[in-house]
């Protein structure tokens, strides 16, 4: 069979599957990632010591003298950064499923999928939900590291609003490294691609400092960042403070993301060749 005909005849057969059928096959995928990582546990590697390595990091080396700029010391700064942690998390992790995909592209892995009767949006909603899964445990971890090193936790429901917060948002960039994964020939270049966007939005945000002694032009930049909304919603809804204004900004910026990049990704996988 020629490559057109792979590519032409699973995708006339994934509008007659039945939506019963999409979570079959996107079931049977998830099970396959993460048997995938069960054989291969070094993948779990940068879940597991990111978030030790950057609360240990940003806890005793910044720790002190931005406590003292927030007025207090190291405990205001874990009050503080904790939360814009989070949102770090659902940023960081999030290249892992482009990465990942390229990877399957270039092993031929993919091209055994694109020739099966299945539904092609359970690959790409397979991928997602196993990388979600490994977001919430190192969100895990960053917790328990985080209670360790002194944070307080003053309101367990909002704990858990911020992390279900951060996995929205996580979801819809996801699809951002989805289609880099698609387009970009190796995971190599996913991966340096992903640090050229990610580092802009994690140091231009209100993750770990406030943004106030920061340039009049860089703070503008910050206002739109939706990683600062999310850190400042997060940072709200776990310590204490405004949520509303940052939180519907925050899901604003998700929905957007999901409804120019989810079709973009979907139409790359259906025609690449």
Not at 99 to 117: A, E, I
Not at 143 to 164: N, Q, R, S, T, Y
Not at 170 to 178: D, G, H, N, R, T
Request: proline letters at 5%.
């Amino acid at each position: 069979m020629s490559a057109a005909t792979l590519t032409d005849a699973p995708a006339k057969d994934d509008a007659r599957i039945p939506l019963r059928g999409h979570l079959r096959h996107t079931g049977a995928l998830v099970r396959r990632n993460l048997l995938w990582i069960r054989q291969d546990p070094e993948s779990m590697a940068d879940a597991l010591l990111m978030p030790v390595i950057f609360t240990l990091l940003f806890v005793f080396v910044f720790g002190g003298s931005i406590g003292q700029a927030l007025g207090g010391g190291q405990d205001q700064y874990v009050q503080y950064v904790i939360p814009g942690m989070i949102a770090m998390m659902s940023m960081t992790l999030s290249q892992g499923v482009g990465t990942g995909f390229s990877q399957d592209f270039n092993s031929g892995v993919m091209d055994r999928f694109r020739s099966l009767p299945i539904g092609r949006g359970s690959v790409l909603f397979a991928k997602i939900s196993v990388e979600l899964l490994r977001m919430l445990f190192a969100t895990a971890v960053l917790m328990i590291v985080a209670v360790l090193v002194g944070f307080e936790i003053h309101h367990w429901p909002g704990l858990f609003a911020a992390v279900a917060l951060s996995t929205v948002f996580a979801s819809s960039i996801m699809w951002v490294f989805l289609t880099l994964g698609v387009v970009m020939k190796s995971a190599q270049s996913v991966q340096a691609m992903g640090f050229l966007v990610l580092f802009p939005l994690q140091f231009g945000s209100s993750i770990f400092a406030p943004t106030t002694s920061m340039p009049g032009w860089l703070q503008a930049f910050t206002d739109y960042n939706p990683l600062s909304t999310l850190a400042d919603a997060a940072r709200g809804l776990m310590v204490g403070g405004p949520v509303a204004h940052d939180l519907w900004v925050t899901l604003g910026w998700s929905a957007l993301i999901t409804a120019v990049m989810a079709p973009v990704a979907i139409h790359k996988f259906r025609t690449k060749t």
